[in-house]
């Protein structure tokens, strides 16, 4: 049972534009959420973060949107640039702790120079 | 600094074989993490620790037990390897930020442990 979903294997964007990762879970105990960032051959590195008691959270080129009601949440990268591409993991735990993570199973994106 | 740093990086085991990853973090966390990433299933806990001489399981926990005797020491062991645990592992730690954890806190994690068994 995948307690935490991101249905997009992979994603292309170009160089500049707007990037779009989607996250979906279904277990309502979630109540803190993350963004880890894995280039290859590396472990994750945290990227971004957000607790159930916001709807958004900026830092820098990326930005994090919670939508508690959908149990959804993405995360934006403008501008994309090279740099960006890798895998995303999205995470999710309880207790606004972060312990005991539960991740995403990945999207890998690319970014067209 | 270090951060957190897994030994070893790669290996290779018979079945049927034992051995132990090594993680070791420098940030003086009370939390430990073992996951293992496979295709298309991303990263899930096997076992993890909130402190000092305590273990508990997490998602996949069988055919592996862990030790945390010190602090900035989580071992995982294999008692006798299978080729299911062909996997890459990796180690995290996180403080512990109880309730209300404030933005931006995040877990820490290794560079990984490739390990195969044939």
């Known amino acids: 049972d995948q307690q935490v979903k991101q249905n997009s294997p992979s994603l292309s964007v170009q160089e500049g534009r707007i990037s779009i990762l989607n996250c979906d879970y279904t277990?309502?105990?979630?109540?803190?959420f993350l963004w880890y960032k894995k280039y290859p051959a590396e472990g994750p590195t945290f990227l971004i973060s957000?607790?159930?008691?916001?709807d958004k959270n900026e830092d820098g080129r990326f930005t994090v949107f919670l939508n508690k009601s959908a149990k959804h949440l993405s995360l934006h990268i403008v501008p994309s640039q090279p740099g960006d591409s890798a895998v995303y993991f999205c995470?999710?735990?309880?207790?606004?702790?972060?312990?005991?993570?539960?991740f995403g199973t990945g999207t890998r994106l690319t970014i067209i120079p | 600094n270090a951060g957190v740093t897994q030994t070893p990086k790669f290996r290779v085991l018979k079945t049927g074989q034992s051995m132990t990853l090594l993680c070791a973090q420098d940030?003086?966390?009370?939390?430990m993490y073992w996951y293992r990433q496979d295709p298309g299933m991303g990263l899930r806990l096997i076992h993890y620790?909130?402190?000092?001489?305590?273990?508990a399981k997490g998602e996949v926990p069988d055919g592996y037990n862990v030790s945390r005797l010190k602090k900035q020491n989580f071992l995982l062991g294999l008692e006798s390897a299978a080729p299911s645990q062909t996997s890459v592992y990796f180690c995290?730690?996180?403080?512990?930020?109880?309730?209300?954890?404030?933005?931006?806190?995040?877990?820490?994690f290794g560079q990984g442990t490739r390990l195969t068994v044939v």
């Open positions: 995290a730690s996180s403080p512990h930020t109880g309730t209300g954890g404030k933005e931006n806190t995040e877990a820490f």
């Open positions: 277990n309502s105990m979630f109540d803190y």
């Open positions: 957000i607790s159930s008691i916001k």
């Open positions: 995470a999710a735990s309880a207790n606004f702790g972060n312990e005991k993570l539960t």
């Open positions: 940030m003086n966390h009370e939390y």
């Open positions: 620790s909130v402190g000092e001489g305590t273990t």
